[in-house]
T-cell receptor, first 111, second 115 residues
Framework: TQLLEQSPQFLSIQEGENLTVYCNSSSVFSSLQWYRQEPGEGPVLLVTVVTGGEVKKLKRLTFQFGDARKDSSLHITAAQPGDTGLYLCAGARTNAGKSTFGDGTTLTVKP | GAVVSQHPSWVICKSGTSVKIECRSLDFQATTMFWYRQFPKQSLMLMATSNEGSKATYEQGVEKDKFLINHASLTLSTLTVTSAHPEDSSFYIC???????????FGPGTRLTVL
């Protein structure tokens, strides 16, 4: 059973469209991270959320942590081809504990 | 953000040889580092947790005698793939935890190809 369910698995959209990626679990996390990975490179940290209900914005990206700290979402406004990549959510169930990764969302933004 | 380096970035070796991959945290001390394996278009698969000064903790199904991990200092962990075979070919990525922010930072990965 996958601890973190990430959806959708694949997403192909046109430049300028909006999208949302979801990360859901039945477990409570002490913190949750979102990463973006390009082919042949390591994941790059986008954000860490730790407080239930927390919303963080990073330019056109909006991250939300659920009130119960079991789920999270990533919303991208006006997607650009440069947003193309693999988006990964990762949650830690305890402080300093190992993280569990979702299966990832492969986003393709067509010009 | 914190920087983690990995060396080499790619390696090609013959079947039966051993390959060592280094993971370094460049601007912070990491008591815990992690080693992952990633197949094309898939997410990260945790192989083991490396703790400075103690034995690594391996995930179920990962052979500890095949994937040797050494975390000799607060800034360096190494993964040695022993007697490598073609099925060991993969993208190996390390990460290091920065304790004050309790966040993992990833290295750029190492592409291993075993002929």
């Amino acid at each position: 059973t996958q601890l973190l369910e990430q959806s959708p698995q694949f997403l192909s959209i046109q430049e300028g469209e909006n999208l949302t990626v979801y990360c859901n679990s039945s477990s409570v996390f002490s913190s949750l991270q979102w990463y973006r990975q390009e082919p042949g490179e390591g994941p790059v940290l986008l954000v860490t959320v730790v407080t239930g209900g927390e919303v963080k914005k990073l330019k056109r990206l909006t991250f939300q942590f659920g009130d119960a700290r079991k789920d999270s979402s990533l919303h991208i406004t006006a997607a650009q081809p440069g947003d193309t990549g693999l988006y990964l959510c990762a949650g830690a169930r305890t402080n300093a504990g190992k993280s569990t990764f979702g299966d990832g969302t492969t986003l393709t933004v067509k010009p | 953000g914190a920087v983690v380096s990995q060396h080499p970035s790619w390696v090609i070796c013959k079947s039966g040889t051993s390959v060592k991959i280094e993971c370094r945290s460049l601007d912070f001390q990491a008591t815990t580092m992690f080693w992952y394996r990633q197949f094309p278009k898939q997410s990260l698969m945790l192989m083991a947790t490396s703790n400075e000064g103690s034995k690594a903790t391996y995930e179920q199904g990962v052979e500890k005698d095949k994937f040797l991990i050494n975390h000799a200092s607060l800034t360096l962990s190494t993964l040695t793939v022993t007697s490598a075979h073609p099925e060991d070919s993969s993208f190996y990525i390390c990460s290091a935890r920065d304790p004050p922010v309790d966040t993992q930072y990833f290295g750029p990965g190492t592409r291993l190809t075993v002929l």
